[in-house]
């Protein structure tokens, strides 16, 4: 069984300041790691797929790390706005030959103006 | 709107009836993925299709669920004699290709089983 650790769990901050969480999972028979960001009532939203060890994407405010010989990524959000404020997900694909996703719990984060 | 649709958004259900749900797919995509989230867990896979053919199934699956695919097109899941342990956000998403294309969700069927 896969276990896809994010850390923390929920995170407030200040609009205005950087934040980064984690996620971390299995580093054997890695095949890609998708990051999402889920508003509430809303779809899931992809941000990015990454396969690469080291691959660094960004887009706009927010951009990811990473690691896939120690299994971790890093998700930085630089300057918080209210608008940031969602549940964002990693997942692991392509495990074994699956193309299912295997989710973490997600970090929520709240940005108070 | 050429994103991917689920209906209904919400239902409500008594514990013993039969659910269905519906998911259409961003039209050009053969992949479709269903998934389903609990309270303070990330969303579970529970299966997919590539066009018509139902390639994987989890455990979570147990024979009162049914998916199916027919056309290769929308995909419709089926609960037989819901349990409120089946209360959760169904989630459907689709993708173009293998594990490293996004898949693209639809915003999801809340079921609520009293």
Redesign the interface.
Known sequence: ILNVEQSPQSLHVQEGDSTNFTCSFPSSNFYALHWYRWETAKSPEALFVMTLNGDEKKKGRISATLNTKEGYSYLYIKGSQPEDSATYLCAPGGQGGSEKLVFGKGTKLTVNP | DT??SQNPRHKITKRGQNVTFRCDPISEHN?L?W?RQTL??????LT?FQNEAQ??K?RLLSDRFSAERPKGSFSTLEIQRTEQGDSAMY?CAS?PG???????????TRLTVT
Do not use: I
């Open positions: 994103g991917v992949r993925y998934y303070g867990q990330g969303p579970e896979f997919y390639l994987e989890s989630l993708s293998l594990a490293d294309y996004e898949q693209y969700f639809g915003p999801g």
